[in-house]
């Protein structure tokens, strides 16, 4: 995606598009749960449009951008209305992929905000009158929309705002023939410009590969044979740190993952690393050989919770004769890490 900035006329197109949505108030009428489809004309991508509103706390057009942006709403719409676990809440929110379009209050927009309103000559009075527009990726910070973000959730509005409307008239509309399909309003090109046509389209599957960072067989080898041998089940696993961080001025910030490793009988922690977001699966199993050397020492079991950590891990762990076990929870990791949040919170 291209990272420019969007033009003023970009900027003054999309304050168009989201007013004429806000004036309908499809939330009066709509669910999040009534999902339907705007295709991008350029990258062909769909976006899974969400409507916010309902239960008067958010007003919003979230779009959710792919597959993946599908399964991240898929993931936030199975949780329960009252989650127990925090901290699960949090990595699931981290993982939203859309584009949103919200209206609040003045205070919720920054300088960077006001100054395109400013410029664009528009006023807003209310406690929901102000548009702010957001682009969420995963682990990443809530950020400012580049001029392709901004163009097609210009079109995203658009068509929301006739696909709601017609919606209001015809409940079944959203109704697929059959499981699977989503009603997409998707583009096609003709002389006179874009026309936008009815289709129902299957989303494309979202598979995501992950390789491990490659490890040389001598040096798993060496480290099965020198290290001490415990009769002790050790707990991993990756997780958002609470504090996003800015490598660069002007940069979009992004939550760090970080890998942690706890004796379960005792919950001491024997290591923790932070990784980038685009490091911390690859980087995995390296981290957790390096910690294993440092120490000198392997466990006769590992435990994980999650398959991608399992399938990162196996390779290895069964090289270096340690069992590696998936198990449904991690009681004493998951006490490190919320005693690990808490002092982070507090010392930030």
Not at 102 to 114: C, H, N, P, V, Y
Request: aromatic share 12%; glycine share 4%; hydrophobic share 45%.
């Amino acid at each position: 995606m291209n990272e420019n900035a969007p033009t003023m006329s970009d900027w003054r197109a999309l304050y168009q598009a989201a007013l004429e949505f806000k004036e309908i108030e499809a939330w009066t009428w709509m669910y999040d749960s009534d999902l339907f489809g705007v295709q991008d004309p350029v990258s062909e991508e769909i976006g899974y449009c969400c409507v916010m509103g309902a239960l008067g706390e958010i007003f919003a057009l979230a779009v959710y951008q792919g597959s993946e942006g599908l399964a991240s709403y898929v993931r936030i719409a199975d949780q329960p209305s009252q989650p127990e676990d925090m901290l699960e809440m949090m990595e699931i929110a981290l993982i939203q992929k859309c584009l949103m379009a919200s209206f609040g209050a003045r205070k919720e927009l920054t300088d960077q905000d006001r100054q395109v309103i400013k410029r664009l000559g528009l006023k807003f009075r209310g406690r929901t009158a102000w548009p702010l527009f957001r682009s969420y990726r995963p682990a990443y910070f809530p950020w400012y929309l580049t001029a392709d973000e901004a163009k097609f959730l210009t079109l995203a509005l658009q068509q929301a705002k006739e696909v709601c409307l017609r919606f209001r008239d015809d409940r079944d509309l959203l109704d697929p023939p059959r499981e699977g399909l989503f009603f997409v309003r998707a583009p096609k090109k003709t002389r006179q410009g874009l026309v936008w046509e009815d289709a129902w389209l299957e989303p494309a599957p979202f598979i995501e590969e992950i390789t491990s960072k490659p490890m040389e067989e001598a040096r798993l080898t060496r480290l099965k044979q020198t290290a001490r041998r415990v009769q002790a089940a050790w707990e991993t696993d990756v997780f958002f740190s609470p504090i996003p961080v800015q490598d660069e001025k002007d940069e979009r910030p992004y939550y760090p993952y970080m890998m942690m490793v706890v004796d379960h009988a005792s919950g001491f922690i024997l290591g923790q690393e932070m990784m980038t977001p685009e490091e911390h699966l690859v980087e995995l199993a390296d981290r957790f050989v390096s910690l294993a050397e440092m120490i000198n020492v392997l466990p006769a079991e590992l435990w994980v919770r999650r398959q991608v950590v399992y399938s990162l891990l196996e390779p290895f762990t069964s090289r270096l004769g340690v069992k590696l076990y998936l198990v449904n929870e991690l009681v004493a990791l998951k006490e490190a890490q919320t005693a690990l949040m808490r002092l982070m919170r507090r010392d930030f």
